[in-house]
């Protein structure tokens, strides 16, 4: 009995033991070591062609199978459900006034009971679609994407695909999620172990040339941990020291997206933890600008540290996202002003994720950190284009609410997005009252206007 | 597959809501997504909560006003069917539709009803009558702070004025469709969809 299983058991040990040799040294060869070297196979992109034909193939499954059962193809609204007039209160009010009017042409009425029309029809618009709610919840694909977690409305979904989805969830758990996860702490683990090393060196160029590499080769292992697919433009546009970078915010990994290419300083405020440890191994190697939770607060310091770090021109130049949170990728919403009033040069980058193969939006209200990781590593993939746009300045006579619209404007054209004035806090906090008060103030001229032309006459 | 899928709307209930409001098969498909995305509890129902984190509807002055008319009486929390009722009312008149007679009923979007829904608005204690008092409350709505008491009331008491015709100091439903008459409320009480 004994002599049976010994050499099968011998012979699981050597394949095993092959077996993980094979899988390291790939590992190393295929991705690490073009990681620390900043150079590509081209896997990925060959990866991400054949899953778009893949799509494709499916998309026409789906469509077959809604005509052969004659019922209409649900298509998500991907533009707006309905026509919105861009009239103001005064013109349309106005107008109502005017359908209705039984008085003479001479005399303006103050007051109608149809007034209450346009506010009744506006609330409803904003009820059936409005343009706020829908940038904190994860865009609608047009055609799925074999992932469960966006299959919203399609049905009619045939055996072939159904086994197309389920050797999907084979792949991406059984295959590329271990794959990523081991990467993952590869890449961090090397991050605070290098780091914390460069920071033991005396400061000089030696100490900057070493934290840079280092940055570099850590965060461009973790893209591949995410599998992401990077498509950088206009790089000759990219942040310089002194400067300051701004870009749109729709996940924690656009901080990733953007180190592998550049070196920067990040912004932000000390965390306990994991997050914690990696923070201040980061800044031992080269000047980050970390806020305890109390110093956030106070706008003024927070300035002058973001001043005083840009004056400094041997520093590397600071990323920030002056939206304050997370928004869908299909808008940019209000600026904060706050980087925009200290001075310094802005190198405004636009960040663009296509949808189809994962979904980079962090909704923190749904899912905390950690699950938002692993949902990111079990996708197919992130795909994203990186614009580096040329730098601004803030001109005479502008102040930093409208350089800061201004730098807005030009993020949201780059990439495609919507521009709005809302506020990114909307996601968590009620609107000010200072905009129905505007609103008040503009109906009651209505009223009171008139009255005032009457005493006169 | 999926927590999403599960909710989907069933045929007949399309239908169901087809018949009722007169909208069309993938206008109910995307307002049940629209009404789903709101539904931040998931349980199939709206709150006036869930209503008023629309940011445009909060500055809207007349935006509480809207929200109750979802909620008939004493309730607060409206299904979609519901939903729907309500916002049929600004759907649009079609021209075959006016010669149709669809069923006994009077369709939800048609002329005296757009015009109830705009009588209900100023009918806070909804008696069917729009008091003195009841008026001058929502033209405070309207106009906020901008406006003094007299001013304001000295608007009221000429538009009950002009509209009262039975002299009992309030404006009935029928008083209020003969001031508005001439009011082109079918295309100002409606919505255009997209598709």
Redesign the interface.
């Known amino acids: 009995m004994d002599l049976f299983f010994n050499p099968f058991d011998n012979l699981v040990c050597v394949l095993l033991g092959i077996s993980f040799t094979v899988w390291f040294t790939m590992l190393l060869v295929f991705i690490i070591v073009p990681a620390i070297f900043g150079v590509s196979f081209g896997i990925r992109r060959l990866y991400m062609k054949t899953l778009l034909k893949i799509f494709e193939w499916a998309t026409l499954r789906i469509e077959r199978g809604a005509k052969e059962k004659n019922h209409p193809l649900y298509k998500p609204y991907s533009n707006a459900i309905i026509a919105k007039e861009p009239t103001s209160l005064e013109e349309e009010i106005k107008e109502i006034r005017r359908s209705g009017s039984n008085k003479d042409l001479g005399s303006t009425p103050e007051f109608e009971m149809s007034d209450i029309f346009y506010f009744a029809r506006r609330g409803v618009e904003s009820i059936m679609d409005d343009e706020v709610t829908k940038r904190f919840s994860a865009e609608e694909l047009e055609s799925w994407n074999l992932l469960t977690r966006s299959n919203n409305n399609f049905q009619y979904i045939s055996l072939r695909l159904t086994v197309l989805w389920g050797l999907g969830v084979l792949i991406r758990y059984g295959f590329l999620l271990p794959l990523r996860v081991t990467l993952a702490f590869t890449g961090v683990g090397l991050l605070v172990f290098l780091t914390s090393v460069v920071g033991l060196l005396p400061n000089g160029r030696m100490k900057g040339f070493l934290s840079e590499k280092v940055h570099l080769m850590c965060y461009r292992i973790c893209v591949r941990a995410l599998t992401a697919i990077i498509t950088y433009h206009d790089s000759e546009n990219k942040p310089k020291n002194g400067g300051i970078c701004v870009a749109n915010h729709t996940s924690p990994i656009d901080v990733i997206i953007l180190a592998s290419d550049g070196c920067y300083a990040m912004v932000g405020q000390i965390h306990g933890g994991l997050m914690g440890v990696i923070q201040r191994s980061m800044v031992k190697a080269c000047p980050h600008v970390w806020f305890e939770r109390s110093e956030v607060k106070d706008r003024h310091l927070v300035a002058k540290r973001l001043s005083d770090h840009v004056q400094d021109k041997s520093k590397l130049p600071i990323l920030i996202f002056p939206e304050g949170t997370c928004i869908n990728n299909t808008s940019v919403m209000m600026f904060k002003k706050g980087s925009f009033e200290i001075g310094a040069t802005v190198y405004p980058v636009a960040i663009k994720y296509d949808p189809r193969f994962g979904d980079a939006f962090w909704n923190s209200s749904k899912f905390g950190m950690v699950n938002y990781l692993l949902r990111m590593m079990s996708s197919w993939a992130i795909v994203c284009s990186v614009w580096y746009l040329p730098p601004m300045s803030r001109e005479e006579g502008e102040d930093a609410v409208q350089f800061a619209n201004r730098v807005k404007a030009a993020i949201a054209r780059q990439g495609g997005l919507v521009d709005l004035l809302w506020d990114g806090g909307l996601k968590r906090a009620k609107v000010k009252d200072t905009f129905k008060e505007e609103q008040q103030k503009l109906y009651s001229k209505m009223l009171v206007g008139t009255q005032e032309d009457r005493s006169r006459s | 597959?999926?927590s999403?899928?599960s909710t989907?709307l069933r045929e007949e209930e399309i239908e169901e809501i087809k018949k009722e409001t007169g909208f069309s098969?993938?206008?109910i498909?995307?307002?049940y997504?629209?009404f789903t995305?709101?539904d931040k509890g998931e349980n199939g129902t709206l709150s006036r909560e869930d209503?008023?984190?629309?940011?445009?509807?909060?500055?809207?002055?007349?935006?509480d006003r809207?929200i109750n008319a979802f909620f008939p009486d004493g309730e607060d929390q409206v299904n979609f069917r519901g939903f729907m009722r309500t916002?049929a009312h600004?759907r649009p008149v079609e021209d075959n539709e006016k010669n149709k007679n669809l069923s006994n009923t009077e369709p939800l979007n048609s002329r005296t009803n757009k015009l109830h829904?705009?009588f209900q608005?100023?009918d806070l204690d909804r008696d069917d009558k729009i008091s003195r008092d009841e008026l001058l409350q929502?033209?405070r709505m309207?106009?906020?702070?901008?406006?003094s008491d007299e001013?304001l009331g000295s608007?009221a008491d000429?538009?009950i004025q002009e509209?009262d015709t039975n002299g009992d100091g309030c404006?009935s439903f029928t008083e209020?469709i003969k001031?508005?008459?001439?009011?082109?409320?079918e295309q100002?009480?409606?919505?255009?969809?997209?598709?």
């Open positions: 597959m999926g999403r899928a989907l098969h993938s206008q498909t995307r307002l997504s629209r995305s709101l209503f008023q984190r629309i940011p445009e509807l909060a500055i809207n002055p007349l935006g809207i916002l600004f829904f705009a608005l100023y929502v033209l309207m106009v906020g702070v901008n406006i001013q608007i000429r538009t509209a404006i209020f001031v508005l008459e001439k009011v082109d409320v100002k009480m409606s919505i255009r969809f997209l598709h």
